[in-house]
C-alpha cells in the first residue's frame, strides 16, 4: 500500500517518506479501513518532531481518518463490510496510522460515518469535533449558560462555537485575532467576537454578559491566558482547557480561590469510555440534524503530507489539513 511514514523524529521534510509497504490485515475484533481521508492535526507534527519519543520502529502518523471498511477479524460482525466509517486514535499508543490506504483497528474505533458527510469532513472528528464536545459537555454541559471560546477559528473552537449553540449555551462569544477569522467565527454561531490582541477581553467580557462573566472557557491556550480567567469567569466559573502554548502554568491563586473558578484539563486520547460515547453519540444526533459546518482549510494528496504538517506547523490555516488517499 502507498504510505507515510517516519523512523526517527525530526522535520517533515527531513523524516517523512512516501513510499510502499505492506497492507495490514485485521487481526481478532478490528476492522481493516482502506482510508480515503486523513487529517492532520498539531498533536500529529508534535509527535513527528519529538514531544514524544518516536515508540516503534516505523511510524505512520495521523490519529483521524475517514473510509470504508473492507474485511474484519475474527469477531467483528461481517455485515460491517462495506460501510463508511470515521476513525479516532488511529496513532495514539499504536505505530501505525491513518496516513496510509489502509489501517486496522480495533472495531470501537471505527465509527460509522452518515453518507451525507463527506470522508474529508469525517477526518475531522477524532481530534477537532470530539474535543470541542467533551469542552463543553463535561462538568454538567453548557445549556442556558455563557461560553467563551477562546481561540474561536481554530479547528476546536470552529467546532466549539457550533456545538455550543446546539447544546443550549445561551451566549457564545469568542476570541479570534484578525477580521477574517471574526467573519468565520461569526458564521460558526458566534454572538460576539472580541480581537484578544487589540482589545481588552476582560472589559469586553464583561460588558457582554452584564458584568456577570462566562459561565464556561474553552481554553486553546491556558499558559497565555490564565491571566484573564480572573476577569472572564464568573463566579463559580470553569476553564475546560484542552490547549496551552507552553508547558508550565503559573495560576494567580488568591484570585482563582475568591471567585470558586475550577479547571478542567483533559486530553481527547484519553477519554473514559463513558465520556467518548457521550460525545459520539451527540455528534451523530447533530449530524443527522445536519447544518453542521467543517472547516477544510486545505485538501493534499497523501504524497504531499510533507507541505500539510508544515502548514499545521504554521499555524496559518484557518481550519484542518486533511490529506486525500485517492
Ligand atoms: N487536549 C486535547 O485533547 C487537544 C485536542 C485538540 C487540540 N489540542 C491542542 O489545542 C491546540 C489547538 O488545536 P487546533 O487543532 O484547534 O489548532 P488550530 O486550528 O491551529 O487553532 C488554534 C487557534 O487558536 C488561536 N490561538 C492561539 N493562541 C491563542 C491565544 N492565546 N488566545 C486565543 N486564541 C489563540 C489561533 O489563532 P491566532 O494564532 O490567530 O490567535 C487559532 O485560531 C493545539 O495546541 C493542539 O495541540 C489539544
Same mark, same amino acid.
Given at each position: 500500500?502507498?504510505?507515510? /511514514?517516519? !523512523?526517527?523524529?525530526?522535520?517533515?521534510?527531513?523524516? +517523512?517518506?512516501?513510499? &510502499?509497504?505492506?497492507?495490514?490485515?485485521?487481526?481478532?475484533?478490528?476492522?481493516?479501513?482502506?482510508?480515503?481521508?486523513?487529517?492532520?492535526?498539531?498533536?500529529?507534527?508534535?509527535?513527528?518532531?519529538?514531544?514524544?519519543?518516536? @515508540?516503534?520502529?516505523?511510524?505512520?502518523?495521523?490519529?483521524?481518518?475517514?473510509?470504508?471498511?473492507?474485511?474484519?477479524?475474527?469477531?467483528? *460482525?461481517?455485515?460491517?463490510?462495506?460501510?463508511?466509517? /470515521?476513525?479516532?486514535?488511529?496513532? /495514539?499508543?499504536?505505530?501505525?496510522?491513518?496516513?496510509? !490506504?489502509?489501517?486496522?483497528?480495533?472495531?470501537?474505533?471505527?465509527?460509522?460515518?452518515?453518507?451525507?458527510?463527506?470522508? &474529508?469532513?469525517?477526518?475531522?472528528?477524532?481530534?477537532?469535533?470530539?474535543?470541542?464536545?467533551?469542552? +463543553?459537555?463535561?462538568?454538567?454541559?453548557?445549556?442556558?449558560q455563557s461560553v467563551l471560546v477562546a481561540g474561536g477559528a481554530g479547528s476546536v473552537g470552529h467546532y466549539?462555537?457550533?456545538?455550543?449553540?446546539?447544546?443550549?449555551?445561551?451566549?457564545?462569544?469568542?476570541?479570534?485575532?484578525?477580521?477574517?477569522?471574526?467573519?468565520?467565527?461569526?458564521?460558526?454561531?458566534?454572538?460576539?467576537?472580541?480581537?484578544?490582541?487589540?482589545?481588552?477581553?476582560?472589559?469586553?467580557?464583561?460588558?457582554?454578559?452584564?458584568?456577570?462573566?462566562? *459561565?464556561?472557557?474553552?481554553?486553546? *491556550?491556558?499558559?497565555?491566558?490564565?491571566? +484573564? +480567567?480572573?476577569?472572564?469567569?464568573?463566579?463559580?466559573?470553569?476553564?475546560?482547557?484542552?490547549? @496551552?502554548?507552553?508547558?508550565?502554568?503559573?495560576?494567580? #491563586?488568591?484570585?482563582? =480561590?475568591?471567585?470558586?473558578?475550577?479547571?478542567?484539563?483533559?486530553?481527547?486520547? !484519553?477519554?473514559?469510555?463513558?465520556?467518548?460515547?457521550?460525545?459520539?453519540?451527540? =455528534?451523530?444526533? #447533530?449530524?443527522?440534524?445536519?447544518?453542521?459546518?467543517? %472547516?477544510?482549510?486545505?485538501?493534499?494528496?497523501?504524497?504531499?503530507?510533507?507541505? %500539510?504538517?508544515?502548514?499545521?506547523?504554521?499555524?496559518?490555516?484557518?481550519?484542518?489539513?486533511?490529506?486525500?488517499?485517492?
Open positions: 500500500m502507498k504510505a507515510i /511514514w517516519y !523512523e526517527r523524529n525530526g522535520a517533515a521534510r527531513d523524516v +517523512l517518506t512516501y513510499g &510502499e509497504m505492506p497492507a495490514p490485515q485485521a487481526a481478532a475484533g478490528e476492522v481493516l479501513v482502506r482510508i480515503h481521508a486523513s487529517g492532520v492535526n498539531p498533536s500529529d507534527w508534535k509527535t513527528r518532531s519529538g514531544s514524544r519519543p518516536i @515508540s516503534a520502529p516505523r511510524v505512520i502518523p495521523h490519529s483521524d481518518g475517514a473510509g470504508v471498511i473492507v474485511a474484519v477479524g475474527a469477531g467483528v *460482525d461481517a455485515s460491517r463490510i462495506g460501510r463508511r466509517v /470515521w476513525i479516532w486514535n488511529g496513532q /495514539w499508543k499504536r505505530a501505525f496510522g491513518t496516513a496510509a !490506504e489502509f489501517i486496522a483497528v480495533p472495531f470501537a474505533q471505527a465509527v460509522p460515518l452518515p453518507d451525507s458527510v463527506s470522508f &474529508e469532513a469525517g477526518a475531522c472528528f477524532g481530534i477537532p469535533a470530539l474535543t470541542a464536545l467533551r469542552a +463543553l459537555l463535561t462538568d454538567g454541559g453548557v445549556a442556558g466549539a462555537i457550533q456545538f455550543a449553540k446546539r447544546l443550549g449555551a445561551k451566549q457564545v462569544i469568542a476570541t479570534v485575532s484578525s477580521q477574517a477569522k471574526a467573519a468565520h467565527a461569526s458564521a460558526a454561531g458566534a454572538d460576539a467576537c472580541i480581537d484578544y490582541k487589540r482589545e481588552d477581553v476582560g472589559a469586553r467580557v464583561k460588558e457582554l454578559t452584564g458584568g456577570r462573566g462566562v *459561565d464556561r472557557v474553552v481554553e486553546v *491556550d491556558l499558559t497565555g491566558n490564565i491571566g +484573564l +480567567l480572573r476577569d472572564v469567569l464568573a463566579q463559580d466559573g470553569l476553564c475546560a482547557a484542552y490547549g @496551552s502554548n507552553a508547558q508550565e502554568v503559573r495560576i494567580p #491563586f488568591s484570585p482563582m =480561590l475568591v471567585s470558586g473558578a475550577a479547571i478542567r484539563f483533559f486530553i481527547v486520547y !484519553e477519554l473514559s469510555p463513558a465520556a467518548r460515547a457521550e460525545c459520539e453519540t451527540t =455528534l451523530a444526533l #447533530f449530524l443527522a440534524e445536519g447544518g453542521v459546518q467543517h %472547516a477544510i482549510a486545505k485538501t493534499m494528496p497523501l504524497s504531499e503530507c510533507v507541505a %500539510a504538517h508544515e502548514l499545521v506547523e504554521a499555524g496559518t490555516a484557518m481550519g484542518n489539513v486533511v490529506l486525500t488517499v485517492p
